[in-house]
């Protein structure tokens, strides 16, 4: 199994730390995380993740202006970005699209559910820990 690298940018602890252990001990993917929309773009830039999982609503840069900056960068451009919202407007797919985004999980969210959701967005064979089963 190759491990897939994700990058969670969400300003709320808890949030980063539920995501975090869903996808390290269910999936196996190295997670990296970011408490800001600026640390976010940082850690984008020097790790270059395999993908990008966003939330929309944070207080120094709100996820859709971190979008379009990492699509308008060609180090970033190329990553894909799931977006964690509250906001419904966001979970429409031809919403998501239009933004660059390759589509958008409500808040709350079923934790058990988050790493399928997020394999199914990306396109990505889920193959879960053996540790797990």
């Not at 980063?16 to 600026?38: H, K, M, P, R, Y």
Request: charged content about 20%; proline content about 5%; glycine content about 6%.
């Amino acid at each position: 199994m190759s491990t897939k690298q994700i990058l969670v940018i969400d300003d709320e602890a808890a949030v980063q730390e539920v995501v975090q252990s869903c996808f390290e001990d269910l999936a196996g993917w190295t997670v990296i995380t970011a408490n800001s929309g600026e640390a976010g773009l940082e850690q984008a830039l020097a790790t270059r993740p395999d993908a990008i999982v966003l939330d929309v609503l944070m207080p120094d840069i709100d996820g859709i202006t971190l979008l379009r900056q990492l699509k308008a960068s060609p180090t970033t451009e190329a990553i894909p970005v799931v977006l964690l919202t509250i906001a419904s407007a966001f979970t429409d797919p031809g919403g998501c699209a239009a933004l660059g985004a390759v589509g958008a999980i409500a808040k709350p969210f079923d934790p058990f559910d988050l790493v399928e959701q997020v394999a199914d967005l990306l396109g990505w064979a889920l193959e879960y820990r053996e540790d797990c089963l």
